[in-house]
Antibody, heavy 121, light 111 residues
């Protein structure tokens, strides 16, 4: 059974850097074709993809947020970390991590429960 | 504004059928597989359909997916009150701004 869980601060101040950790079980990020993605959802709004990291350390970012995002993986700890710099109140959202199963067809299954991050001074 | 276009809301009575459309372009839906996600109130999204029409294990056959050209459709038959949720389509966009794209979501109300 695959599970993922997001962790990190629930409140950050404007201009600060957000660091979120996705801890997963039931799969290995060293397995060919596997990936982990980050997706966020502002309150009452739609899903927005942020970043994706693959088993071979290939990384993809949302073009509109690329300059602010960094995604890394620690295969030995079964963790993926997302950092987002220069946080703004508009970045207030629930942040989800999700498993991207092999082979190459894009889909996320399953998702973590999500963590709400509020940006406020 | 989302790259993929979905109707904001649809509604139907219990037992009826409903369809949800997802419109894109040649750089996304036109040349890539589509997935659909169900988000029940207060919960994380769940994969409902992948590769345009395949259902993950445990998803009832009341849910179906199809794709034609640059549009995709999610169909739900035998509507139940438990199907009330937000539904999102998603795919890969192969344009210069490559990445995962989602629709704006459709709120399904079972009257």
């Amino acid at each position: 059974q695959i599970t993922l869980k997001e962790s990190g601060p629930t409140l950050v101040k404007p201009t600060q850097t957000l660091t979120l950790t996705c801890t997963f079980s039931g799969f290995s990020l060293s397995t060919n074709g596997v990936g982990v993605g980050w997706i966020r959802q502002p309150p009452g709004k739609a899903l927005e993809w942020l970043a994706l990291i693959y088993w071979d350390d290939d990384k993809r970012y949302s073009p509109s947020l690329k300059s602010r995002l960094t995604i890394t993986k620690d295969t030995s700890k079964n963790q993926v970390v997302l950092t987002m710099t220069n946080m703004d109140p508009v970045d207030t959202a629930t942040y989800y991590c999700a498993h991207r199963p092999p082979p190459g067809i894009m889909r996320f299954d399953p998702w973590g429960q999500g963590t709400l991050v509020t940006v406020s001074s | 504004q989302s790259v993929l276009t979905q109707p904001p809301s649809v509604s139907a009575a219990p037992g009826q059928k409903v369809t949800i459309s997802c419109s894109g372009s040649s750089s996304n839906i036109g040349n890539n597989y589509v997935s659909w996600y169900q988000q029940l109130p207060g919960t994380a999204p769940k994969l409902l359909i992948y590769e345009n029409k395949k259902r993950p294990s445990g998803i009832p056959d009341r849910f179906s997916g199809s794709k034609s050209g640059t549009s995709a459709t999610l169909g739900i038959t035998g509507l139940q009150t438990g199907d009330e949720a937000d539904y999102y389509c998603g795919t890969w966009d192969s344009s210069l701004s490559a990445g995962v794209v989602f629709g704006g979501g459709t709120k399904l109300t079972v009257l």
